[in-house]
């Protein structure tokens, strides 16, 4: 059975720091492509962060570059996002996906339809305020 299970969300105060665990199982992490996407209420689900299979290839988006950092453990099964200096506009859900196509982490992340992506978590909620 395919499971994504993100974990490491809960309340932060602003200029806090998390970092959130993607646990994977019932698939070969190896060959798939991860990214880290947040659905905030009100709005659409956009790419935070993608990592290539490697971890040689990363991408961020504009709001979070230099902030955020992704990372992946093959041998552990696990992609990590480390959140630093966290603003209330990062309140959100935090997802994880995982496509198994060749794909670059920005098209992953900017243009690749969100209902095409092979698996998703469930999300682990991230509220940043004081």
């Known amino acids: 059975q395919v499971q994504l299970v993100e974990s490491g969300g809960g309340l932060v105060q602003p200029g806090g720091s998390l970092r959130l665990s993607c646990a994977v199982s019932g698939f070969t992490l190896d060959y798939y492509t991860i990214g880290w996407f947040r659905q905030a209420p009100g709005k659409e689900r956009e790419g935070v962060a993608c990592i290539s299979t490697s971890g040689g290839s990363t991408y961020y988006a504009d709001s979070v570059k230099g902030r955020f950092t992704v990372s992946r453990d093959n041998a552990k099964n696990t992609v990590y996002l480390q959140m630093d200096s966290l603003k209330p506009e990062d309140t959100a859900v935090y997802y994880c996906?995982?496509?198994?196509?060749?794909?670059?982490?920005?098209?992953?992340?900017?243009?690749?339809?969100?209902?095409?992506?092979?698996?998703w978590g469930k999300g682990t909620l991230v509220p940043v305020s004081s």
């Open positions: 996906a995982a496509v198994k196509r060749i794909i670059t982490v920005q098209n992953m992340c900017a243009r690749f339809p969100i209902g095409r992506m092979d698996y």
